[in-house]
């Protein structure tokens, strides 16, 4: 019966209640929506490093995180596999030989990590694949076709095997692209001219563009002028089974471009076979296995199992392998939770506002009331009841409105490329898909719940102090 | 000059001109083998040199002793500057140590180390180390003569083949028809550019051989910088043991 | 009579309606001033901690050592340039480094390591090494000891999982042992003197270093023991040395910890082959705020002789500034939202405040006033509520913030841990008052212009005959 009557009351002032549920509508959407944008930023960098860089979970032998060394390969690989093939939630199993070595060319040498794969088995747990610049390589294609390798991007500008030229036709292209008639007749002087790194390229800019221009242009003809040759050879050396140096001539299968660009620079994907015959380890040799599962939160607890199975191993999940990571979307999660907490402080404070109006200027009502013998206890309930709906209406229809405009900019992304230089370097996209759990939406009701339960209180109790005689009295 | 069976490389040719001139048919290949097994073929030697660094702001000269045996083993004594005096280096096929008798201690140089040049130098970590052929990992064409210093040389192209571990694509030398000394050598990277010009000069006879006294290696990106290396004395066929390479040597050779 | 001076009657006249709106000004005005003090507190503590611990806000390199920080790329700090920089006022102390590479070697293990001459008196001013020297250390036999003593069984336990590890913090080692700040008292006196770790310092002209804890662990070293280190010098001389290690210290990043090596600055450039040349040299300042170090740069740059140039900390630290400018705009946005609740509940009592003086309004159109005229009493009105409400909401949130200035919020458990891990004391502080107090003024004040528009437009288009009626 009180929650008819209060929901009826509520609709007598439309207007008043109206405002007072947009604004609820509108702080909870604002809350919601920015909360899943965060969540949706940090998922990515967090899919990003784990299928770019370290992977879900990692096992190799006890002592080899400690130095790397060579000889600790994996006993009875093939039981191995097996045993995590059958475990549940994994969908994705490569195993790896890991080499240190130096790449060179006729520039420079720099010491790289080297990882034996098998291409095909790789891309089910790492996506570098997917990775590779347009028109650098095609990722191992071509079987038959041995000693090819995956560099990153800044590995093969550190070398000097990356070009950028200023020919006719990126002058002209660059015309297309609206640059400026003054901009391109500098570049002309540049014509022909050969630069085998970024940094020689970007010096050469400086000295001709101001530094607003350079600003301004400088990506577009960076991209533009920049080209690579596929199947770019390079040698690797590194030491052999015997402690012999060995050294092979490689061809470049791509470059791939991620964001982690330590990583970019010194990891070199090349075919397991090309690296057992090379160093003379024998076949199935294996220091590391990377496993993928369904999602990153399954984990930490696959890991668990696993390290049960094979207790000879060492299995670390990627919260282990790298704690910021998981660090970062835990405290991410909570500071979020403060924010959320002071939109709904700040509601609330509306919502009080509102409902000490309306029991003031119910006075003689409510007067009226309590003289013909409403209980006390039925009249602050009342009260409570008309916030709780107030906050409730407009809670449920922020939230219906956050799933929607969610649900639709989550399959298109949110495009933010004027942030982009700050994100990039941090390794965040700048391309986001908002993200929000159903758990979260219980908890944000159950909030928005007692956020009018809480705001009701003082009203109800001044509805409660007025004494009925004098409320009927008063106006 | 690469692939060097002394540390530093070094060229040390010898003049056995009958036995290369008698029943050899002078293809490309075979004017570029026998050049090359001048040095390669050459079973020891000992040696007095002096290499002098040279960039934009500075100079250094670093003077040194140096005993090889075939390509595969070398011991260098530095004499000079007083800085640098006393520190042995020692290559075991591609392994390379350190002596510093300022802190007594015995290291492995790891390849890493040598990224940046012997001793600040042009020379890198591949020549010193790399064991390539250059009449294995090439394919060799005449492609004319020219003159350098009064003396007529073959011009010879080389390519890299496809699988031959070599950092250089192309090499050009010129190498003198009379005593097969490498006058010139020009190196290219995978496209066809000049990275790196090697010349030979001051060509004098010393035990009996003829070779150049002085190599210039000259970066083709940094035109400013430059290195120099003197051969003052060389005695070539000494008797030295495998044994002599040894870390214990290291520390008592004088 | 003057309608500012009615429009202030007015406000009293209906105390409960003015006070409730001024009271949802106020709130939004508090609540804003809070978040922000957070906000601009927390990336303030971050980025400060690690230039403070670092490279400081201003420092004076060769113009090529940024872009290839090679030894070569050093310059002589002479008497000279010393003097054209200690002109300026600003400037307490200048602080002198040597840093490059080498080799460091212990039996058959060999490690690229990270040498840092560093003036072993001065280098506190800039970063805090003192502090991060080891002080206690969980060695076999110190947990044997400690077993044996009465500490609490639960702490007992926890021993063995940090067998071995050091730590230059007493308030870390007291986390990793689970042991809270009612039972520290009690327990921590006995566990600091059987886990203390006697530590020493290096001193100009000894051959003595210090080595990061990590590095140590790997090289198999102790205090005592013997550093070989070797390196390209100057010019392509070899740099190789002896080091008595001096002391341990133990560096919030383990990349870096597990590689670094201090030098006095004076032996470094022995090692070097490099006397009297220097890396860069870092000016101690008093004022660091922005405009000052942007004066302080464009002036000594002009007098210092070429190849040098002066740098700031966000040229120094680029990642640092860009991680710093997206943390920035992702918190403004969350103000931005903060503010738009806010508005819709301003705006809210607005119109509801409107819609129930109507009649009033009607009436005093009726009797005669001009439109105008109640517009102008109506917006006096508002904003006089407005300023109330801002000037309600900074004199309580004065007050908390700086409060919490002395008081941060302290941060617990595993995020405390890791930020101590980064070297930077775990809390939440509130950025003492500042500039930003009077942008969120603004910004309310301009949320409350916007509103007034609502009232001011009804009473144009009020058409007496409805007013009247209601």
């Known amino acids: 019966m009180i929650f008819r009557t209060a929901w009826k009351n509520v609709w007598r ?164 692209k609206g640059l400026p008639d003054q901009v391109i007749d500098k570049l002309v002087r540049l014509k022909g001219k050969r630069f085998t790194n970024e940094k020689q390229f970007i010096k050469e800019m400086d000295d001709l563009f101001a530094g607003a221009e350079s600003k301004k242009y400088g990506p577009v003809i960076r991209k533009e002028a920049w080209s690579f040759r596929r199947g770019t050879k390079f040698i690797l050396t590194f030491i052999d089974k015997d402690n012999n140096q060995v050294g092979a001539a490689f061809r470049v299968t791509g470059l791939y471009d991620i964001s982690n660009s330590v990583f970019e620079k010194s990891t070199v994907f090349v075919k397991s076979s090309d690296l057992e015959m090379l160093t003379g380890l024998s076949k199935s040799s294996f220091h590391e296995i990377v496993v993928k599962t369904d999602q990153p939160d399954q984990a930490e607890s696959i890991a668990n ?41 700040a509601l609330a404070f509306g919502i009080v506002n509102t409902m000490l109006m309306v029991v003031l200027e119910r006075t003689r009502e409510l007067g009226m009331l309590t003289a013909i013998g409403m209980n006390k206890k039925k009249v602050f309930s009342m009260i409570m009841l008309e916030s709780v ?87 | 000059m690469k692939g060097s069976a002394f540390f530093p490389v070094l060229i040390i040719l010898t003049g056995m001109n009958n036995m290369i001139t008698s029943g050899q048919s002078l293809t490309a290949s075979n004017i570029v083998k026998i050049a090359d097994e001048k040095f390669n073929g050459e079973k020891s030697s000992i040696s007095v040199m002096s290499m002098t660094i040279i960039r934009p702001s500075w100079q250094r000269t670093v003077e040194f002793k140096n005993w090889s045996l075939g390509n595969k083993y070398a011991l260098t004594l530095i004499t000079a500057p007083a800085k640098d005096r006393d520190q042995t280096f020692l290559k075991r096929e591609t392994e390379m140590w350190s002596w510093n008798p300022a802190i007594s201690r015995l290291i492995k ?59 250089w694509g192309k090499q050009i030398r010129w190498i003198d028809k009379k005593d097969f000394l490498i006058l010139r050598a020009e190196l290219y990277d995978q496209e066809g550019f000049l990275v790196r010009t090697e010349i030979g000069s001051d060509i004098k006879i010393m035990d009996g051989r003829t070779i150049p006294g002085r190599i210039e290696l000259l970066p083709e990106e940094e035109p400013e910088n430059k290195t120099v290396l003197y051969i003052q004395e060389i005695k070539f066929n000494v008797t030295i043991d495998e044994s002599f390479f040894s870390q214990q040597n290291m520390k008592n050779i004088r | 009579m003057k309608n500012h001076k009615i429009a202030w009657r007015n406000l009293w006249r209906n105390k409960r309606r003015t006070l409730i709106t001024a009271a949802s000004v106020f709130f939004a005005v508090f609540f804003a001033l809070l978040m922000r003090s957070l906000q601009l507190g927390s990336y303030d503590h971050m980025f400060r901690n690690v230039i403070e611990s670092y490279t400081g806000y201003i420092q004076i390199q060769n113009e090529e050592f940024k872009d290839d920080p090679t ?47 560093i003036e072993p008196g001065k280098e506190a001013l800039l970063s805090n090494i003192n502090e991060r020297l080891v002080s206690y250390r969980l060695s076999v036999k110190v947990i044997d000891s400690l077993k044996r003593s009465n500490l609490p069984e639960e702490v007992k336990s926890r021993l063995t999982l940090f067998k071995d590890e050091s730590y230059s913090s007493e308030s870390i080692l007291q986390m990793d042992l689970g042991i809270n700040d009612k039972e520290a008292p009690g327990i921590m006196p006995v566990i600091k003197r059987i886990a203390s770790f006697s530590n020493g310092y290096i001193s100009p002209g000894k051959e003595e270093a210090l080595i990061g804890d990590r590095l140590a662990k790997y090289l198999k070293l102790n205090i005592g023991d013997t550093l070989v280190m070797i390196g390209q010098g ?95 705009k992702s918190g403004g946005i969350m103000v931005g939202i903060l503010y738009m609740v806010i508005a819709f509940g301003i705006f809210g009592t607005v119109l509801m405040m409107t819609i129930e003086r109507r009649r009033e309004f009607g009436v005093l159109i009726a009797l005669g006033m001009q439109k105008s005229k109640l517009a102008i009493i109506v917006s006096f009105e508002m904003f006089y509520i407005g300023f109330l409400g801002i000037l309600s909401g900074i004199i309580v949130a004065a007050p908390s913030i700086i409060v919490g200035q002395y008081n941060p919020i302290r941060l617990s458990g595993q995020y405390a841990k890791i930020y101590e891990s980064y070297g930077m004391e775990p809390v939440m502080p509130f950025m003492p008052i500042n500039y930003y107090f009077l942008w969120q003024s603004v910004i309310v004040a301009v949320i409350i212009g916007i509103a007034i528009i609502y009232p001011v437009r009804k009473i144009y288009k009020m058409k007496l005959v409805n007013a009247l009626k209601a």
């Open chain 1, 13 to 176: 002032n439309r207007v008043r209640s109206l405002v007072v549920i947009t604004s609820v509508i509108v702080g909870v959407f604002a809350g919601v929506f920015s909360i899943a944008l965060m969540n949706g930023l940090i998922a990515q960098r967090v899919n990003d490093a784990l299928n770019e860089e370290i992977s879900y979970i990692q096992i190799t032998c006890k002592e080899f995180r400690i130095n790397y060394d060579p000889k600790l390969i994996i006993d009875n690989p093939e039981e191995t596999i097996s045993t995590i093939k059958l475990t549940e939630g994994v969908t994705g199993i490569s195993e790896r030989i890991l080499i240190t070595g130096m790449a060179n060319t006729a520039y420079k040498s720099t010491g790289v990590q080297i990882v034996g794969i098998d291409p095909d088995e790789e891309q089910k747990v790492l996506n570098l694949f997917s990775k590779i610049i347009p028109g650098t390589g095609d990722y191992f294609a071509g079987e038959s076709e041995s000693n090819l390798a995956l560099i990153g991007e800044d590995l093969a500008n550190e070398l000097n095997i990356v070009r950028y030229s200023l020919d006719s036709a990126v002058l002209l292209s660059l015309k297309g």
């Open chain 1, 305 to 345: 199992t696993l390290a049960v199975k094979l207790p000879d191993l060492e299995v670390l999940s990627w919260k282990k392998l790298q704690p910021e990571l998981a660090m970062m979307t835990d405290m991410v999660q909570q500071f979020y939770l403060i924010f959320g907490m002071i939109i709904l402080a």
């Open chain 1, 389 to 475: 709906f107030l906050s409730l209406t407009g809670g449920i229809a922020g939230m219906i409105i956050s799933i929607i405009v969610i649900r639709i900019t989550a399959n298109t992304g949110i495009n933010l490329s004027q942030y982009a230089e700050g994100f990039n370097a941090l390794g965040y996209s700048a391309l986001v898909y908002p993200k929000i759990t159903a758990g979260f939406f219980g908890i944000t009701t159950v909030l928005i719940i007692i956020t009018g339960v809480i705001s009701s209180i003082y009203p109800a109790m001044k509805a409660l102090k007025l004494n009925p005689v004098e409320a009927i009295r008063a106006e």
């Open chain 2, 109 to 167: 140089l790891p390849p890493s180390m040598m990224s940046q040049g012997w001793m600040g130098s042009d020379y890198t970590n591949d020549d010193l180390l790399r064991e390539s052929s250059v009449v294995n990992d090439y394919t060799h064409e005449v492609i004319g003569e020219e003159s350098i210093e009064n003396r007529l040389c073959y011009k010879i192209k080389m390519i890299a083949r496809e699988d031959a571990a070599v950092v």
């Open chain 3, 71 to 117: 030894v070569d790329n050093t310059f002589e700090f002479t008497s000279e340039i010393r003097q054209i920089l200690l002109k300026d006022k600003n400037v307490t102390e200048l602080i002198p480094r040597f840093e490059s590479f080498a080799l460091a070697s212990s039996g058959a293990l060999t490690k690229g390591v990270l040498v840092m001459g």
């Open chain 3, 234 to 328: 100057y010019h392509g001389t070899t740099a190789a040395s002896k080091f008595r290690i001096a002391g341990i210290v133990r560096l919030p990043t383990p990349d870096i910890d597990n590689k670094i090596v201090y030098l006095p600055v004076d032996i470094c450039q022995s090692f070097y082959n490099a006397p009297g040349m220097l890396t860069s040299v870092a000016l101690s300042i008093k004022e660091n705020s922005d405009n000052k170090i942007k004066r302080m740069i464009a002036s000594l740059d002009k007098e210092v002789p070429p190849p040098l140039r002066l740098l700031d900390w966000r040229e120094m630290n680029e990642l640092l500034m860009n991680q710093m400018d997206a943390d920035n």
